[in-house]
Nanobody, 123 residues
């Protein structure tokens, strides 16, 4: 059983930075691809970033490329999202997720989800 818990969301001014963390208290995540998604009010959930099981390859949604960086620490059973140059459009609840696969083949493979952490970017 994968139990994911996110942290690090808060209110920040545009142009600022935040680092989100996600840890599992259940099954080890080291063999699974991990990802971050977000959902703003009235919008569908959006893919943000993903990382393969060994951290060798990362993937990003178009709206965050060049600003966000996903990383993982398998020894800590954790995944992180460094967010720089934040914009008001980045305001959303951010969710970490674990894939059923080791490599990233698409957003549809993510089946285990955390409860989310709120990120609010003020203009």
């Amino acid at each position: 059983q994968v139990h994911l818990v996110e942290s690090g969301g808060e209110l920040v001014q545009a142009g600022g930075s935040l680092r989100l963390s996600c840890a599992s208290s259940g099954r080890t995540l080291s063999s699974l691809a991990l990802g971050w998604f977000r959902q703003a009010p009235g919008k569908e959930r959006e893919f943000v970033a993903a990382i393969t099981w060994n951290g060798d390859t990362t993937y990003y949604g178009e709206s965050v490329k060049g600003r966000f960086t996903i990383s993982r620490d398998n020894a800590e059973n954790s995944v992180y999202l460094q967010m720089n140059n934040l914009k008001p459009d980045d305001t959303a609840v951010y969710y970490c997720a674990a894939s059923i696969r080791s490599n990233f083949l698409g957003p549809g493979d993510f089946r285990s989800w955390g409860q989310g952490t709120q990120v609010t970017v003020s203009s």
